[in-house]
């Protein structure tokens, strides 16, 4: 099973961390690819030091669990990469990353 | 054709019962697999009695449209399960029936 | 790569219209097939006159960029279709337009 989750609002964040978290265990880690792509003001949440969520994102990390951030959105909220939680990926684009791994098999999801 | 609608916030429900009416006049009921899984605060309306989206959902339902609703939404909502419409169906977790649906060929629909 | 944009909010197109941009800047026009459909309120902003918005459609149109209008949401909005944009295509029903799509491999996204 291969699944990417796409995160656009900040306040969406806590209902898709809470999703991934409910499908790690209901199928099992190692059962199921996870990839997290945040484009628009959702990136702010990689920012080291914003608040918990980053703790959230950390565990589920630790668990195989992939997060992406899009370097335009990152440029647009004036975002330096140097100061983005060690474990989050940047691709050029969030919508190219989203994109291509469809056309992979991954399924998708708006929480 | 297959179709599978994502609801997770109560005042979407509208526009996807009204989206899933015109898909089955556009392309004939019979012709298209329906079906709706519901997670987080949307799953509220599965409540018998709640109000007459319910009423709308029977009619598709008898049509041949499956609505389904995530355990543990339910759970954090404090809804019983014998409190539900008996049309609904419970799955353990929503995002795992959304990825297996989409790996089956089914279109993903955020209305 | 087909990409398939779902726009179903009319205060999303400006989000929506930035990620197609980013989209075809990133991998090159001529290397993606994009097509956008509004349902729902989001036809509101296919109608001449509107604002801006209209403009930088035009400019994704000249790209390649389809621009699709579900027929059920114009006449919800009371919209006739003589007052759309020359570039926007009508279809019965937005939602059979979206099933079809992903069923010939295009990728959704939910801006």
Redesign the interface.
């Known amino acids: 099973?291969?699944?990417l989750f796409?995160v656009?609002e900040l306040d969406r964040w806590a209902?898709a961390l809470?999703?991934?978290t409910?499908?790690l265990?209901?199928?099992g880690t190692g059962e199921?690819t996870v990839e997290v792509v945040a484009?628009?003001p959702a990136v702010i949440a990689y920012r080291l030091g914003s608040d918990d969520a980053l703790r959230q994102m950390d565990e589920l990390h630790a668990k195989g669990v992939a997060f992406v951030a899009?370097r335009?959105a990152l440029q647009m909220q004036n975002i330096p990469e140097e100061s983005l939680a060690p474990f989050v990926t940047v691709v050029?684009?969030?919508?190219?990353e989203?994109?291509?791994k469809?056309?992979m098999?991954y399924?998708?999801?708006?929480?």
Chains 1, 2, 3 share one sequence.
């Not at 050029?92 to 190219?96: E, F, M, N, V, W």
Request: with cysteine.
């Open positions: 099973m291969k699944a796409h656009n209902h809470l999703n991934i409910n499908l265990r209901d199928v199921v484009n628009g899009c335009n050029p684009a969030g919508i190219t989203i994109v291509r469809q056309a098999g399924a998708y999801i708006k929480p």
